[in-house]
């Protein structure tokens, strides 16, 4: 498994704009799509946002797109999660995510799957002022 680091959150006021990042190591980052959850108070788990091995392709939860940007970068070993537009109910504990790489034809059905991803970051948490 490769090991996951999150850091970057905070404190912000509604309309503010915050990036996200995940520090990977142990494992070839590259053999790894990767994703983010977030997980609000009360809440279950849910899913923000994926991006494949290589960064080609990227999946979004309905209610971050437009607003919301996945990366990453291979050589440094790093995901991101650039958030524009922060709403009060983007408050929440956001988790870097990892599972290998596997046979063409992932959707988003798989990657909104948490029970999917065998790797996992300890969480950043993210509060939104209103």
């Known amino acids: 498994q490769v090991q996951l680091v999150e850091s970057g959150g905070g404190l912000v006021q509604a309309g503010d704009s915050l990036s996200l990042s995940c520090a990977a190591s142990g494992r070839k980052w590259s053999d790894y799509d990767m994703a983010w959850f977030r997980q609000a108070p009360g809440k279950e788990r849910e899913f923000v946002a994926a991006i494949t091995w290589g960064g080609s392709t990227t999946y979004y939860a309905e209610n971050v797109k437009g607003r919301f940007t996945i990366s990453r970068d291979n050589v440094q070993y790093t995901g991101r999660l650039r958030m524009n537009g922060l709403k009060s109910e983007d408050t929440a504990v956001y988790y870097c995510?990892?599972?290998?790489?596997?046979?063409?034809?992932?959707?988003?059905?798989?990657?909104?799957?948490?029970?999917?991803?065998?790797?996992w970051g300890q969480g950043t948490q993210v509060t939104v002022s209103s």
């Open positions: 995510a990892a599972v290998k790489y596997g046979a063409v034809g992932r959707t988003i059905d798989f990657y909104s799957a948490q029970g999917n991803y065998d790797s």
